[in-house]
């Protein structure tokens, strides 16, 4: 698979483990950036890897912020994009599985290179094992959120 991994100055100093980790696990890294510790707005990386993956050119993205909450809330409001801070294996697999999760955030100022070396093979090796009954659900849940339906 191809991943788009974004990041902003919060997150920077985990970068290059995220991109080593996705190697590792045998995937194509396409780097939107930043490319320093210089101060950045998150909600730039954000979008270019939503827009990589609304694009056809990501099949899944990683976003690293200081906490990774605001990269979720601004990566959600893609159209498409489906993402979610996870600090733990179960969830960033969960997230994949059952919720199509697209997105993986992570917070640079909260957890460390050892753990980013076991989430990024728990989400990359994830599939959506949705059915009729799960992806209805999951449409039906995105629809009837306040403003999610017009994303």
């Not at 827009?51 to 605001?70: A, F, H, W, Y």
Request: aromatic residues 6%.
């Amino acid at each position: 698979m191809k991943i788009a991994v974004g990041c902003d100055h919060g997150g920077f100093p985990l970068k290059e483990v995220v991109i080593e980790s996705v190697k590792a696990a045998g995937h194509e890294v396409i780097d939107v950036g930043t490319y320093s510790a210089d101060a950045v707005d998150f909600p730039d990386f954000t979008k270019k890897v939503g827009e990589k993956i609304q694009n056809d050119e990501s099949e899944r993205g990683i976003l690293i912020c200081g906490s990774g909450i605001g990269a979720s809330i601004a990566a959600n409001k893609m159209r498409g994009i489906y993402a979610s801070i996870c600090h733990d294996t179960y969830s960033a697999a969960q997230g994949v599985q059952h919720d199509a999760m697209n997105v993986l955030c992570l917070g640079g100022r909260v957890i460390g290179p050892e753990l980013v070396k076991v989430l990024i093979p728990a989400f990359l090796n994830a599939r959506y094992q949705g059915d009729d009954a799960g992806g209805e659900r999951l449409a039906q849940g995105v629809s009837k959120n306040k403003g999610i339906g017009k994303r």
